[in-house]
């Protein structure tokens, strides 16, 4: 099983080839979890 981390802004071709083709774990960078968080305050208003 494939393990990925998914950092904002990037995703490439392969990663995306290699996901429709294999299990896969995915994971979020930690630096993600600010702009998640930020969104999720904007559309809750």
């Known amino acids: 099983m494939l ?4 950092k904002p802004g990037q995703l490439t ?3 995306l080839r290699q ?3 294999t299990p896969v774990n995915l994971t ?3 630096s993600s979890f600010a ?3 930020e969104s999720t305050q904007v ?3």
Request: no cysteine.
């Open 3 to 6: 393990n990925l981390t998914l």
């Open 13 to 15: 071709l392969k990663q």
């Open 19 to 21: 996901v429709s083709r």
């Open 28 to 30: 979020l960078d930690e």
């Open 35 to 37: 702009a998640i968080n």
């Open 43 to 45: 559309s809750s208003k």
